[in-house]
């Protein structure tokens, strides 16, 4: 119940573990700062889709299963988004009617990014794109008779964890449209601050589609048994209005300052 009365129906929202804090409210919330600048001021719009999704075992089985998300932008020392059991909100992850197709999609985030925040320096010039890292945690349980069966239950281990590493390039000149690079951190050699994009980024599945630009990223191997094999996820990034302009040395976004996008 307070879940459903912490948001507007429709609008875009966010799950933060600090709303507030004392009688200062959003003043004192680091995560729901950086959400509410990147909303504001962000000219980059990213939504994330679970397509493909195909649970194992039967409706029978008494399996409720529960996904975790968890959304870091570099730079930023607090999570932007962190909708979890432990915070009692995962996203419920329900076992589609017969009748549906394996392409119903799971909406997992969505979030905004700013071009003109600072970026880190890589040989002596600023960073070309911006980078954020999407965490998934499947989670399950059994049930028997509405309760909870704790028989077989490991608290907090996940039956799949992975983290995939985001690297997002602003339209920039003659090109309209953004582009991203896509790796699962189980697949780096080492830490992923030494990782950089290379090669040619992930296709554009909506090429002719000005200012948005589309791709599709496969679940690592190891989790398709719990996902399905055709278990992926769709990322759309939008550039909103403005994101061609140059921002002003005294606009807002110049004077709230803060970490990179």
Not at 25 to 46: A, C, H
Not at 111 to 120: D, K, Q, Y
Not at 239 to 245: A, I, K, L
Request: proline share 8%; aromatic share 6%; hydrophobic share 35%.
């Amino acid at each position: 119940m307070q879940i459903d009365n912490a948001y507007v129906k429709g609008a875009h929202r966010a799950f933060v573990h600090r709303s507030h804090s004392g009688r200062y409210g959003l003043v004192n919330s680091e995560e729901g700062f950086q959400n509410l600048r990147r909303f504001l001021f962000g000219d980059l719009e990213i939504t994330v889709e679970l397509h493909g999704l195909r649970l194992p075992g039967t409706p029978q089985d008494g399996t409720v299963w529960q996904l975790e998300t968890l959304l870091s932008v570099r730079g930023i020392p607090v999570r932007l988004h962190e909708q979890t059991a432990a915070h009692h909100c995962p996203i419920q992850v329900e076992r589609p009617p017969v009748e549906d197709t394996s392409d119903t999609p799971v909406p997992l985030l969505t979030t905004f990014l700013s071009t003109h925040e600072p970026r880190p320096l890589e040989e002596g010039r600023t960073c070309s794109t911006l980078r954020n890292a999407l965490t998934l945690r499947l989670l399950s349980i059994r049930e028997e008779g509405g309760l909870f069966d704790f028989g077989d239950h490991l608290e907090q281990s996940a039956d799949f964890e992975d983290t995939l590493v985001v690297d997002i390039a602003p339209p920039t000149g003659g090109r309209t449209s953004p582009q991203a690079w896509a790796t699962w951190n189980s697949e780096l050699p080492g830490a992923i601050r030494d990782w950089r994009p290379t090669g040619d980024p992930l296709t554009d599945e909506l090429p002719n589609t000005p200012k948005v630009w589309q791709g599709t990223v496969l679940l690592p191997a190891i989790a398709r048994g719990s996902f399905g094999e055709q278990a992926r996820l769709v990322l759309t990034v939008r550039g909103r209005d403005g994101y061609e302009d140059e921002v002003p040395a005294q606009s807002d976004v110049a004077l709230i300052g803060g970490g990179p996008a």
